[in-house]
């Protein structure tokens, strides 16, 4: 069994390609590895009835908060041509380890 793993990283652009928010694209909040899912700012929103708890200064009311995405329904944006790519990887010469767009072939970790 190999180990699913994400090509994306947190403040990644990405651009959903399945399901309701299919085409928008966000910026990466945080990535969760273990579950290989993806928080993408603006996308995938839920709302959420909160009870107030005085206690912890939680006002009651409706939340919306991102409820993230699983990490096969994005790609990364490419910076270099601005599509939404596949990622292949490369060894730099000072052997730093960087992503690279199979589209424009241009280096996505600067
Ligand atoms: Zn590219």
Redesign the pocket.
Known sequence: MSKLQTPVRKNDTVAVTTGKDSGKRGRVLRVLPAKNRVIVEGVNIIKRHTKPNPQRNIKGGLVEREAGLHASNVQVV?P????P?RMGSRVLGDGRKVRI?R????VVDK
């Open positions: 490419c270099e041509c601005g599509k790519t767009c589209k424009c072939e241009g």
